[in-house]
Every structure is written in C-alpha cells, then in structure tokens.
C-alpha cells in the first residue's frame, strides 16, 4: 500500500513552486516533509489531496494512476489532508459526537443515544479524555487536532497528511499526539508529517525528505539525519546569505519591555531595543511570534508594561499603542494590516492631522509609492487588487506619516517575491537610520540573518537564546531552538 507522486510539476501563473518532485508514502510509515516556508511543502501535499491537479507528473495509489478533481474524490482513495487551520474541518456549533460520527451514519436512521455510545468508544480507543457532548468550537487546540485525527482513522483514512500538526502543542500534548502517531502506524496508516520542529520528527518519522526551491535536495532514513545535515539541507547554507552592511543602533535604549507574562507557568520575558538597532525575534511556528507581536500592540487583551524613550508605560488597547508611537505590521496583512477595498491614497493619509486636502494626499502618496516602490503608482488605485508585494508595501508605507518610534514587523515577507523583499528590508533599513527600534518577527533563519543586528530565539513563548547577527547562522538559530524546546520540555 504506497502513495506515490511522481515527476510532479507544478506552479501559479509564471510563478514555477515545484520541479520533479518524487516523493512516496507506505502504509503504516511516517514520512517527514521537511523545507523553510516557500519551498513547496504546502502545494505538493494540496496536490496529493486533490486540492490541485499538478500540471506535469503522476499520483499514483497502489500503483495505480489517479486523477483527482476535488479533495472528496482524494478521500474516496483514503487519502485525507489536515491542515493548521484544524477549526475549518469541524463544525463548532456541533457536539463532539456530531462531528465525529454523524457524517459516517447517511443512509441509517439516526440515532443520538447509539451516536454518543460510538464517539465515546473511538475516542477511548484513541486516548482522548473530551466529553462527547461538548461543542466543538469549545475544545482546545490540542484536542481539536486529535479530534480530526480520530475521525479520519475512523473514516478509513489511509494515508494522513498532517501539516504542522503540533505547532500549538505543549510537551505533555505533544507527546500524546506521538502515542496517537504509533496507533496509525500499527493501523497500517501512512503519514505524511510537516514540522519545523527537528526533535520531534526525529521521534516520529522513519523517512525524511527535505525540499528547498521546489525540489528533493535529501531524501533518506530519519535515523541517519542529525540537525546539522537537515539544517543546512533546508536553507542551502548561510554563506550566501546578504546581511546588512553596517548598524545604525545607539546607545540608548528606545523600546524596552518588562516582566511579560505568557502565562502563569512561564517565566517573564524581558529584554529591549535600542535606539536604531534591529532586533529579530526567530522561532518556528507556534513559539508565539504573533501572540508577542500582538500583545506588544495592545492587541491580545493582555496589558504590557513598556518603556518607551525612559518613560514607562501599560499598554492596554492598539489605540494607545499608536498615539505612543508603536506601529504593527500583522502576518495576516490581507485581513489586518490594510483595508482592501480603500485605495493607496487613503492608506498613506492614515497619520494626517488636521484639515486634510486631497492634493496634499496625493502630492505625500507620490513621494511613498515611490520611496517604497508601489506599482502601479497610482494613489487611487484599490489595495485589494494589488500583487502580494505591494500591499505589503502598503501595509508598511501607512505608518510613515505617524513617525513612529517603535516598528514592529511580524513574517512581513510570508508570501513577498524576492525584488519585493529586498525592497522592503531596505524600507526597514531607513526606518532604523532613522532612530526607529524595530523587532522583527519571523520563522525565516535566513530573513534574520539578513535584516537584523541581534537575534533572539523564542521557543514557546519563551526567550531561550540571543545571538548577534554577525556570529550567527541558520544552523545555529535552528539548534537553539531546539535546544530551548528540548530545556523547556525537561523543565
């Protein structure tokens, strides 16, 4: 029982994602698919679900060819898809039991009482502890993965494509979910596993492959790969790597924070910024970037004690954090960080003040799209139809009018072509010529090393590392991390 993908080539518009790519998965195998964001993990495991069909190549069931026209027709072959996004395949205002069992029992009449009775026994058999009358909404992450999990396998699954499965986990989930990974492989069920986190798919997988720009560059045992070979596999080494030719960071500290509490368990974050300096904050998925970014901005409903310019402040709403001159540029930029039906013009007018006159605007929008190199340059022209790129410009170019001194970016080049990106981190540059403190978050090694002067790790929201950019490499940022996940899950 093998799926197997072969030859596969596939891209959007002019924009090539994969090259060839063969890759295969037996029953009751873990198959880790390892590579840096962009480098086409996503779309071959879409591919194989039947979320696309590849333009070249072959995905073959048993040997047999398959032509694929949806992800139902991939499920009829047993072939089921679980993305990071676990909430979209379950229904919240259903209960547990609903979601579990109820779309198994068409064609019999239905029976509430003989329903709970089969979702109690699967998820006893699977070593989940929920109440099956519970929402499904109401469930944790952790148990909402699991949940998923259990009704593929009840399904008759075969194969389980699991990205990123564990990024939210903590230790004790983690761990669990490796249990819940044992039962598949003794069911016959082959895995296909997306994770960043190295020490875990050693654990889990028997076979790694590692994709960097659309193509198998390892392949082999998992025992045979130590965090080094895979490392330097995914990012293709550091020595090519541009990194900023000289600081502009002060002495002064500009932006400092204090006693953050992640939660009741973990230890304060602290740690600060200076006048100028770029200070990147690199941790795989699920280390908390984005909660850090948010709750920085005022966003999270957490407060945050912050020292801005030696004044301290508690930053409680987004509100307050701009009139004390923190800018956010949000990952999810389409949804939080512009507005797409407004147009460029009104965005870079966000910090006018007082009366405000549209040729004032448009003379001011002339001179941003043109400093951060917006096309079509055209003030007018509807954000929403904009390319990746530019609304990302967009969505740093809003802040400029407001002078910010604090510039916090989280993942602002997560689907950025590469002439975009360098556009940007010369933007960021100038920002810190300036005087700006700015924190860069990202899950990038190679981003980091290329825009900041210091680097902290933060491993589960917490920080377990600092480096200067100077000395550092990918290898080393990615074995900090681990390390600091492998202390954490010790301590």
């Not at 090539?16 to 590579?35: I, P, T």
């Not at 910010?404 to 920002?431: L, N, S």
């Amino acid at each position: 029982m093998t799926l197997t993908l072969a030859g596969i080539h596939h891209g959007f518009g002019r924009h090539a994602v994969l090259h060839g790519v063969d890759f295969s998965v037996r029953g009751g195998e873990v198959h880790a698919l390892l590579g840096m964001n962009g480098a086409g993990k996503s779309t071959l495991l879409h591919l194989a679900a039947g979320v696309y069909a590849p333009l070249r190549g072959d995905i073959l069931v048993d040997g047999a060819p398959q032509r694929f026209r949806s992800p139902r027709d991939a499920a009829t072959r047993g072939i089921v898809f679980l993305a990071q996004e676990v909430d979209k395949g379950l229904v919240p205002q259903l209960a547990v039991h609903e979601n579990l069992t109820a779309p198994r029992m068409r064609g019999v009449r239905f029976s509430r009482r003989r329903n709970r009775e089969q979702a109690r026994a699967l998820l006893q058999a699977y070593g989940l502890d929920v109440d099956v009358d519970r929402p499904a909404g109401s469930l944790s992450l952790y148990e909402k993965q699991m949940l998923s999990i259990i009704r593929a396998a009840a399904g008759e699954a075969r194969y389980l494509l699991l990205d990123e499965p564990t990024a939210s986990f903590d230790r004790i989930e983690a761990d669990r979910f490796m249990q819940m990974v044992e039962r598949l492989k003794a069911q016959g069920i082959g895995i296909v596993l997306v994770s960043h986190r190295l020490q875990e798919v050693r654990r889990m997988a028997d076979t790694v492959s590692v994709l960097r720009d659309g193509r198998i560059v390892l392949h082999g045992p998992a025992g045979e790969m130590d965090t080094l070979r895979l490392v330097e596999a995914m990012t293709g080494g550091s020595g090519s790597i541009r990194r900023r030719s000289a600081s502009s960071a002060r002495d002064t500290i500009r932006f400092a924070v204090h006693g953050l509490k992640p939660d009741r368990h973990a230890p304060e974050l602290s740690f600060g910024v200076r006048e100028g300096e770029i200070v990147a904050v690199f941790g795989h998925i699920g280390s908390g970037k984005s909660w850090l970014a948010r709750t920085l901005f005022g966003a999270s409903g957490q407060p945050c004690r912050v020292r801005i310019d030696g004044t301290e402040r508690t930053i409680n709403s987004t509100r307050q954090a701009a009139r004390l001159g923190i800018a956010l540029v949000p990952e999810e930029r389409r949804r939080q960080g512009i507005w797409r039906r407004e147009d460029i013009r009104a965005h870079l007018a966000l910090g006018f003040r007082g009366w405000i006159l549209k040729r004032r605007e448009t003379e001011f929008s002339h001179r941003i799209m043109q400093a951060f190199d917006i096309r079509p340059a055209v003030p007018g022209y509807k954000v929403g139809a904009l390319s990746g790129g530019n609304q990302q410009k967009v969505a740093i170019a809003k802040w400029v009018a407001r002078n910010p001194k604090v510039a916090i970016f989280d993942e602002p080049m997560k689907g950025i072509d590469p002439a975009a990106k360098e556009t940007i981190f010369r933007a960021i540059e100038e920002w810190a010529a300036r005087g700006v403190a700015v924190l860069y978050l990202t899950a990038e090694p190679d981003d980091a090393l290329r825009i900041a002067d210091r680097i902290l790790v933060l491993s589960r929201r917490r920080i377990t590392a600092e480096l200067q950019a100077s000395e550092a490499t990918a290898a080393r940022l990615f074995q900090a991390a681990e390390e600091g996940e492998r202390r954490i899950g010790n301590g």
